[in-house]
């Protein structure tokens, strides 16, 4: 009796350990696996995860080896510097893998590894030759320097020199979190035998794999070794373009002694990416954007018979728009991913063009790849970190193969995500996603908490964001409710391009509608206590809530557009503004100023929280502080939450967790107690 009165103690004391929130410690100790690759036969998958540290304050990459199966896990190499972007060897004999920005080769189980590249630019970005005797890689480096004592002696003299100004003659002089400054990203190839190494850009001001835009897999050799295939863009002014395109050299011209010379293949004005040969070498696919200067255009499967130079559109009158792109092991089909709705389905078209099926549906899944008759991918849902997983062809027998973070999983409580359908502007259906706070009760009233995605070319998802975690948000008692609004992807491009030129416009109806649907049909959301947070587009919509709606109790601002007109002036990619407001201020003012937040905001009553990183090259730090000088002058409570070291997202663990605290404090001090 005894024995059964201790055993019934431990087991409430495992239950109640496994219902504990998620905390900010919790999301930032979390492992995370940032991709995989499969050996050739198929036998082995290797991975590489990162590990954080909220003490350190930092982060830190290994590899991990394992069967096929998930079985037999090891650590492949585990050090306190960044061990990345593992690549098994065409004969599954060696891999190659990212130390100390070097290339190295080993045998699979880490023995005898020889370093292989010795670049004072660096090394990364591996792609083995099909015969294994040679790897592509990039390296940032200065066009026109010929070697890599040039670069040595440039960074040397610009360390040195007591002057630091710099002179700009063209935009894009920065990017998103970085000074441009004169480097470029050139692709290289390795002889690994000769210890040669050849710039096969050399001269060129473009970069490779190009600044945006681009895929996971920018540069690739044919199976026949006999080309390379490869994303670059040349357009004279970068700022302006979104023409990536693919371009071909043929090995048999590539030399030491001399440039080596490249054809572009793709013909459209948008943007093209993702480069991917048939095994059996006859054709090669890619994804193709049709418009010039739309970042979020739908992109086209785009298959070109490498004999013939005969170009085809695999995906006419398909409205999703295209993403990883898989060749079946036998070349008669073609596997991709395109995002629907909440999550992302694999789809499947015969090599010859013709009907479009779906064959995996239901997850958020990416870095598809095939192996002895089995797909294999990276997982995650708004409940479940990335881990690894395969199905048989047919999207069927799921089975998960990692579980880095099951013992801290078991003991945290997350609610599945659910969704819910309103009428929009016009009528038209808008998606929303809904997380509930752990233990909870439908009998209760509970605060919300609505969130404004960014993009605005984006959605919400089914899946485990390490910066705007749903989870979190709800784990201090709130329902969440994310909706996607007009200017979404997953809906049809349709529905995407509703956005453009109506920022403040229909998605506004389809937000607030949502807010409102909400409140009357979810009797456990409390409508005295809501509050809104965006960040980047979804911060210019609380901004532009600010000056128009006080249905909120508090807001927080981050990254948020503020001055449209300002923004032009100050921000990188300048095809974005051009594209959203229909041209220039000078050619479309009208449309700057209809729809600029900074114009209402004299009627903002509704506190808010202002967040912003000094190194946001993408929405620059002024239009926050347009913002706060101007709630701070029109006497609206406010507060600036400033970072000095980051950028357009909070990357760092300790400031993570001051931004977590603030805006958790915020939304509290408003939180209105009774009835």
Known sequence: MKKLFLSLILMSVTILAQTDPLTVDDLWGMERINGFELSPDGKKLAYVSAVYSMDLNKGNSNIYIADSDGKNLTPFRMTEKNESGIKFSPDGKKVAYIFED???????????????????TGASGIVWSPDGKKILFISSVYPDCFDQECNKRKDEKKEKDPVKASIFTELMYRHW???????????????????????????SSADVPPIALGSATDYTFSPDGQEIAFVMNTDKVLALSTNNDIFIIKTADISKDAPTKFTRVSASKGVDCNPQYSPDGKYLAWASMERAGFEADRKRLMVMERATGKITDHTPGFELSVDEILWAEDSKSIYFTAEQEIHKTV????????????????HNLDNLAIANGRFYFRKQATNLPFEIFTTDMKGGDAKQLTFVNKKKLDRILMNPVETFW??????TPVQSVMIKPPHFDPKQKYPMIFLIHGGPQGAWSDDFHYRWNVQLFASGGYVVVAPNPRGSTGYGQKFTDEISGDWGGKVYTDLMNAYDYAIRNYAFIDSNNTFAAGASYGGYMINWIAGHTDRFNALVSHAGVFNLESMYGTTEELWFPEWENKGTPWENRGLY????????????????????????FRVPEEQAFQLFTSLQRLGVDSKFLYFPDETHFVSKPQNAKLWWQTVFGWFERYYKTGK
């Open 102 to 120: 070097q290339i190295w080769i080993s045998n699979t189980d880490g023995s005898d590894a020889v370093k292989v590249t010795d670049m004072y």
């Open 593 to 616: 100023e209809k729809f600029s937040p900074h114009r209402y905001i004299q009627n903002c009553k509704t506190p808010v929280l202002v967040v912003h990183g000094a190194y946001d």
């Open 347 to 362: 789809f499947n078209v015969k090599a010859g063009g013709g009907e479009i099926s779906p064959v995996i549906k239901g």
């Open 177 to 203: 979190n970085d000074w441009r400054g004169d480097k470029r990203s050139h692709l290289f190839i390795l002889d690994i035998d000769k210890k040669e190494v050849i710039d096969l850009t050399m001269g």
């Open 422 to 427: 309103s009428k929009g502007a016009d009528g």
